[in-house]
């Protein structure tokens, strides 16, 4: 079965030039299409895309108002991609918060975008690690608040997967995390889903989120 994506972005030479990267992959089929953020709620529960990749700004309903309403409406939703122009956007923290994936820059090679949509798709890594560091350091600190500097103590995660935590945040793959902890890599993905279960994650990045607004991992 090929990896099916739905593409949600205002400009129609974005949506072509995307739509002849991916679906040229044998393993990736574009599914769908739309416009604009309002779109996506009734175009993921017809098509049920695997991966939305969707623009962060457009000017009816945007990418952190339509990955909230996705996350909230649908269930088992799929993984979303947030486009942006600008890496240090506080709208893409803004989709990351809100349930996002990761995101992609537009201006990245057609092998990145395929790469990052497989990435995502697979729930293994963050896409762009450094820069969601660097978007923690620039809006963390402020949209944390009391609750999220104590989320990481109520959870009670042990010694072992506070390191695991530490080293997701520095964008380490379960292999790579394996390799450093000297363990098996199944091992590894136990620890990581408990983490993610112990803060109530949907996934690797708002663990990662939930570690820096809360103080847990400190911005570079």
Known sequence: MPLTVLLVDDEPLVRAGLCAVLGAQPDIEVVGEAA???????????????VVVMDVRMPL?????ATRAVLRTV???PKIVVVTTFENDEYVYGALRAGADGFLLKRARPAEIVHAVRLVAEGDSLLFPAAVRRLAAS??????????RSAVERAGLTGREGEVLRLMARGLSNAEIASRLVVGTETVKSHVGSVLAKLGARDRTQAVIVAYESGFVAPG
């Open 139 to 148: 809006y963390g600190r402020d949209r944390g608040g009391p609750a999220a």
């Open 75 to 77: 269930p088992a939703p």
């Open 61 to 65: 309903m945007d990418g952190i108002e």
């Open 36 to 50: 604009d953020g309002a779109a996506v709620i009734p175009l993921v529960r017809q098509l049920r895309p695997d």
